[in-house]
């Protein structure tokens, strides 16, 4: 049980569009969700807290409007890179939060905005 | 406000040996610990919790951990390393009223030798 996909799994898009990555709990409903970014070689950044039927509460210095975040359902948050630069190009996790805090994580999006 | 410490960056060990991975924990109260592994370009699986009850917990894969209030520390252990235990580990704290929040460590990458 517990499982959490991530859509698409990696993603190449050019400087200025937008990206749409998916998170979905597979087999439980997720209250609470989170997005993470992660660097090489480094631990993860918590960058939003996504709340069923609420605004997502964003970590400071993350830019709210351009990662938009939607969790239009108990199974289901969406993160959007808006006008994605290459900067922005990274590894993105989400979890999904259980009755103690552990989290189960998706596979991660890797993006590459050239 | 809660902080995790993986003193050690990069441990190496041979096959079939023991391992243990340290994890320091600051926190006014008993938290919630968890110990997460990584293969490369994957996401994050839990390999244990504690929350409370018995300190010594045991996770899948062959790990357990050791609670140690007096020491604030949540040690990972296995007795005999597999070539796929070759990882990034993640040790992590909850809190209760942080809204589902984990605060991660840097992570410990640990490389096995045949």
């Known amino acids: 049980g517990a499982v959490v996909s991530q859509h698409p799994s990696w993603v190449i898009c050019k400087s200025g569009t937008s990206v749409k990555i998916e998170c979905r709990s597979l087999?439980?409903?997720?209250?609470?969700m989170f997005w993470y970014r992660q660097f090489p070689k480094q631990s993860l950044m918590l960058m939003a807290t996504?709340?069923?039927?609420?605004?997502?509460?964003?970590e400071q210095g993350v830019e709210k409007d351009k990662f938009l975040i939607n969790h239009a359902s108990l199974t289901l948050s969406t993160l959007t890179v808006t006008s994605a630069h290459p900067e922005d190009s990274s590894f993105y996790i989400c979890?999904?939060?259980?009755?103690?805090?552990?989290?189960?994580f998706g596979p991660g999006t890797r993006l590459t905005v050239l | 406000a809660q902080s995790v410490t993986q003193p050690d960056i990069h441990i190496t060990v041979s096959e079939g040996a023991s391992l243990e991975l340290r994890c320091n924990y600051s926190?006014?109260?008993?938290?919630?610990l968890f110990w997460y592994v990584q293969s490369p370009g994957q996401g994050l699986q839990l390999l244990l919790k504690?929350?409370?009850?018995?300190?010594l917990v045991q996770g899948i894969k062959g790990f357990e951990a050791e609670f140690k209030r007096s020491q604030s520390s949540f040690n990972l252990r296995k007795p005999s390393v597999h070539w796929s235990d070759a990882a990034e580990y993640f040790c992590?704290?909850?809190?209760?009223?942080?809204?589902?929040?984990?605060?991660f460590g840097d992570g410990t990458t640990l490389t096995v030798k045949p």
């Open positions: 979890s999904a939060s259980g009755p103690y805090n552990e989290q189960f």
């Open positions: 087999d439980f409903q997720a209250t609470t």
């Open positions: 996504s709340n069923e039927g609420s605004k997502a509460t964003y």
């Open positions: 926190y006014g109260a008993t938290p919630y």
């Open positions: 504690y929350f409370s009850g018995d300190t």
């Open positions: 992590a704290v909850g809190v209760p009223s942080n809204a589902g929040k984990s605060t």
